[in-house]
C-alpha cells in the first residue's frame, strides 16, 4: 500500500476514534451513550427477584418433568423480554427462583412471566379449537417427501375430537381468516393458527379432516433439524402447564454493592490509563500506537456487545480484562519481534516488515487457541460461563483485528516517515544493538532447575488437596444457599453499618438493598438459621433501628444459585475445551508433545487455583467460575506463545542441543510474558482497591489465574515438553554426531 493512502487511512482511523468515544461518553442526537445502551446483570445493576411455587398434584418423575419444562417456558418468557442473562433456577421440588437483572417494574414482570403457559390452537377466524390440554407429545421425525424434518403431535382422546371437528370447519373453506402469521401476513382460510402465550408460533394448511390420535406439520421443502425441533418443543412445553403462585418477589440493588458500576468504569478508567502510560514507557512511539489500537479496540468489543443485545455480568467483565491482556498481549509479540529484527542488524524498514510476518503466526496460534476455549465454553456453558465466553469470543477476534490491521498501518508510517523511522523512535539504543530501556537479555536456566519448578508445584497441590479434605473448601452461598430476611428498616442504611449491628452472630452475610431509597436490606447467610436465630438477628436489628415485626417482609431459606447442573456444566465445558485445544494444537504444531505438556499445564493451573482457595480459605462462589475460566482463557495463550517460540527454534538452530533450545525460546519471549501479565494486572489493581469488597471477591480468583497461567507456561510447560522430547533429540545435528561418535569407537574397538 502507497504511503499515501496508508495516511488518509490513518487520518479515518483516528476520526473514527474520536467519535466513537465521544458517542460513547456524550451520546449524539437520538443514540444515547454507551452506559446507557448496555444491558447489565443482576450482579451488577440489580433488577427483579422473585420466587414462585408450582400449584400441581405430581410427585417423583412426573413433578421433576413439569418442573424442568416450566424453567424452559419461564426461560424463553425472560428471553422474549430481552433479559438474556436473567437466572432461572429450580429450588426444592415445586419452586422457581427467576432473578431478571435490568428491570425495575416488578409487578409487570412477574405478572409477565408468572402467567401458566398456554398453548392454543385456532381457526384463522380466531375460533378456538383447542388447548394444550388436549396435547400429549410431540416430537421431530424425517420429511421422506419433503426432504429435512416434520414435525408430529399426539393427541389426548378429547384432543382427537376437537381437532378433528377443527379441520374439518377448516377444509370446508368457508372460514374468513383475521388472524396473521409469525411474519406479519394474513393466514390462510384453511389454516390452523398454533399460539403459545398468545404469539403465533406456526400456522399450517389443513389438506384434510383428522380423525387420527396424531397429525403433521410439514412444508414443502421440509423444515431443518433446528426449525422442527424448535417448533417440537414449544408445542410440548404447552401441553405441560404448571400454575405459578408468587412467594415472595422484591426489586434488589447490584449484588457487589450500591454504585459499583459507576465505580467500576472510574477504576477500569484508571487501569487503562495505567496500560497506556507502561505501554508508552516501555515502547515509546510504539507503545502510543498500541495505545491508539486499544481503545479503538475498546470501542469495538463495547459497541459489538450493544449491537448483538449482549448483557454485562461480572463474569463478562472478566472476559473483558482479559480480553485488554489479549489485545497488549498481541501488540507486544509485534514489537517485540520488530525489536528482534533491529538487533539483527536490519534497518527499521525491512525490521517493520519482518518481524510483522514472523509475529503473525505466533498472534494467530495464541489467539485461536483461546478463541477455540471460549467457542466450546459457549457452545457447552450456562448463564455466567455464557458471559464470560462471549466477551472473551469477541475480545479476542478484535484484538486480531486491531493487531494486524491498525497497528501495522501506523507502524508501516512511522517506519517510512524520516524523523519517527528511527532505532530510538523504537525504543533501541542509537545503533540498534539492544532496547533502551529495561533489561531483556534473560539467561535463565529453566529446564537444569525444572525438578525444582515441579517440587513447588507439587508441593503446593498436595498441601491445597490436604486442606480441602479435612478442612473442607470455603463454599460461598451461592454454592450451598442458606437463609435470607428481607426487612424494611423504615429510614435510609448503610450496608456496612447493617453488617456492624449483626457483626456478633458471625452470619458472614451477603447483604444488599431491595428498594433504590436504600431502607429495605435482603439479608443472606449461608448459615442455616432455625425460627429462634433468625428472630435474634431481627431483634438486634429492630433495637437499632426501631421497625415492627409487620416489617419483616420474608424469612426462609432458600437454595444454591450455583446448582449442581451448573457445576457440572462448567467442568464439563473446560474438559471439552481442553481436548478441542489438545486436537488443534497437534495438527497445528505437528507434535503431540505440544498439546499434551498444554493441557497439563491447564490441569496443573486448575488445581492449583483450586489448592489456593483451600489453603487460604477463600470463598468459592460464583466469582470462583469467572476465575477458572480465567485460568483456562489465559494459561493456553501464554503457553502457546512460548511453544511457537521453541517451533521456530527448532527450525533455524538445528545445531543446538535440547536444552539450551528450549532455555533460549523461553529467555526471548521472557519479557513478552511479563509485560502481558503486568498490563493485565494494571487493568484490575485499580478495581481492587477502589470498589467494594463484593467486588474484591470477584478479582481475586482473576488474580490468581493471571499468576497462576504465567507461572506454568514459563516455570512448567516447557519443562514439562523437554521432558516428553528428550528421548527424542530435537537437534538432528546432535542426533547424527552421537551417531557418529557411537561408530566411531565401535571402529576403534571401544563398543563392540
Known sequence: MKTGRRKVLAVIVILVLIASWFISIFGIGKVENLG????????????VYVLLEADTTETGTGLTQIMNQTKSVLENRVNAMGISEAAVSIEGTNRIRVEMPGVENAEQAI????????????LADETLALTGEGIS????????????????????????????????????????PTMTDEAGNLVSNRAIVICLDDEVISAPVVHEKINNRSCEITRPGGFSETEASGLSALI??????????????????????????????????????????????????????????????????????????????????????????????????????????????????????MGYRAALGTVVDAQTTTLVAAFVLYLFGTTSVKGFALTLMIGTVMSVITAV??????????AESKKFGTYSMFGMKEDGSGPKRMVTDFKFK????????????????????????????????????????????????????????????????????????????????????????????????????????ADVLASEEFGPTVGKDLRQNAIKSILIAAVVMLIYIRFRFKNWQYGLAAVAGLAHDVLVTLSLYAIFHFTINNPFIAGILTVV????????????RIRENTKFYKRKQNVELINDSINQTLSRSLMTSLTTLAVMLPLFFMASSELRGFLIPLMIGVFVGTYSSIFLCSPLFYELTKKESISKYEDNRQKAERQRKRNNGIVK
Not at 144 to 151: L, V
Not at 405 to 413: A, H, K, P, S
Not at 633 to 644: A, E, H, K, L, Q
Open 36 to 47: 446507557k445502551q448496555l444491558k447489565y446483570g443482576l450482579d451488577i445493576n440489580g433488577g
Open 236 to 353: 410440548r412445553g404447552g401441553a405441560l402447564p404448571a400454575n405459578l403462585t408468587e412467594i415472595n418477589s422484591s426489586v434488589q440493588t447490584a449484588t457487589i454493592g450500591a454504585n459499583a458500576l459507576t465505580l467500576s468504569v472510574k477504576a477500569g478508567a484508571i487501569g487503562l490509563c495505567l496500560v497506556m502510560i507502561i505501554m508508552v514507557l516501555y515502547y515509546g512511539i510504539l507503545g502510543v500506537i498500541a495505545d491508539l489500537a486499544l481503545l479503538l479496540y475498546i470501542q469495538f468489543v463495547l459497541w459489538i456487545m450493544v449491537g448483538m443485545g449482549s448483557v454485562l455480568t461480572l463474569p463478562g467483565i472478566a472476559g473483558i480484562i482479559l480480553s485488554i491482556g489479549m489485545a497488549v498481549d498481541s501488540n507486544v509479540i509485534i514489537f517485540t519481534r520488530i525489536r528482534e529484527e533491529i538487533a539483527k542488524g536490519k534497518s527499521v524498514r525491512v525490521a517493520v516488515d
Open 405 to 414: 490491521l491498525i497497528t501495522q498501518l501506523f507502524v508501516n508510517l512511522i
Open 137 to 176: 407429545d410431540s416430537q421431530i421425525a424425517t420429511d421422506t417427501n419433503n426432504g429435512g424434518y416434520k414435525i408430529t403431535i399426539d393427541f389426548t382422546a378429547e384432543g382427537t375430537d376437537l381437532f378433528a371437528d377443527a379441520t374439518g370447519k377448516a377444509i370446508s373453506g368457508e372460514i374468513v
Open 446 to 549: 529453566f529446564i537444569e532447575n525444572r525438578k525444582k519448578f515441579f517440587a513447588v508445584s507439587a508441593c503446593v497441590i498436595i498441601i491445597g488437596l490436604a486442606f480441602g479434605l479435612f478442612r473442607g473448601f470455603n463454599y460461598g452461598i451461592d454454592f450451598t444457599g442458606g437463609t435470607m430476611m428481607q426487612i424494611e428498616l423504615g429510614q435510609e442504611v448503610e450496608i456496612d453499618e447493617v453488617k456492624d449491628v449483626i457483626a456478633d452472630f458471625d452470619l458472614n452475610p451477603t447483604i444488599v438493598y431491595a428498594t433504590s431509597n436504600h431502607s429495605q436490606v435482603i439479608i443472606r447467610t449461608i448459615k442455616d438459621l432455625k425460627s429462634a436465630e433468625r428472630t435474634e438477628v431481627v431483634n438486634a436489628l429492630q433495637d437499632k433501628y426501631g421497625f415492627s415485626d
Open 633 to 644: 482463557g489465559y494459561s493456553i495463550n501464554d503457553t502457546i506463545v512460548v511453544f511457537d
Open 111 to 122: 405478572e409477565q412471566i408468572g402467567r401458566t403457559a398456554q398453548l392454543k390452537f385456532y
